[in-house]
């Protein structure tokens, strides 16, 4: 497996993968890991404008936003994301996006891209933490962060009302500060 940088050249193939990642969001019973009801879970031209804009760009610069992508037989399979919060005060905290094709779950692709995300950004920026935001009854999700040191800040129950069920959503925090 192979885990690198994303650039213009992988987003066509990224959005194609994308598209199917969340068309499994909640679908026949699964997990439901993006605030988004069953009909909305597509790509569509914000998301894709969102990663098209912000490619070529580096942290600190207005929309940035950093792609890690999992490629095994120049299939991707996985990826990772950080971007900066809307607020210019919290420039010293990203946050954390993330998510693996369904078929290659329960690999350790996952572990592995949040691990190389961590890396890179050790080496290479001065972000001093890294948040995220995850269904609560995403235990597989919950289980990984918390094995790479990410703690629970808190729970809104009830964040979200969509097809039919309530949803709650849980922020983590990992302080990324080389000690």
Request: some cysteine; glycine content about 8%; overall charge negative.
């Amino acid at each position: 497996m192979e885990i690198r940088l994303a650039n213009e050249r992988d987003l066509e193939f990224f959005f194609q993968y994308l598209d199917v990642q969340l068309q499994d969001n909640g679908a026949d019973g699964a997990v439901v890991f993006q605030p988004v009801s069953r009909e909305d879970s597509r790509i569509n031209d914000i998301i894709k404008a969102k990663f098209s804009n912000a490619v070529n760009k580096v942290i600190g610069e207005e929309g940035w936003r950093i792609l890690m992508l999992a490629f095994m037989s120049e299939n991707i399979v996985g990826h990772i994301d950080i971007r900066p919060y809307p607020n210019k005060y919290s420039n010293h905290r990203a946050l954390l996006g993330m998510g693996v094709d369904t078929s290659h779950r329960g690999q350790g692709i996952g572990e592995q891209l949040l691990k190389s995300m961590l890396e890179w950004m050790q080496a290479t920026t001065k972000i001093e933490h890294l948040d995220l935001w995850v269904m609560s009854d995403n235990l597989p999700a919950i289980r990984l962060y918390e094995k790479l040191g990410f703690t629970f800040c808190g729970e809104i129950k009830d964040m979200y009302r969509f097809d039919g069920k309530s949803i709650s959503e849980s922020m983590m925090s990992l302080s990324i500060i080389q000690q």
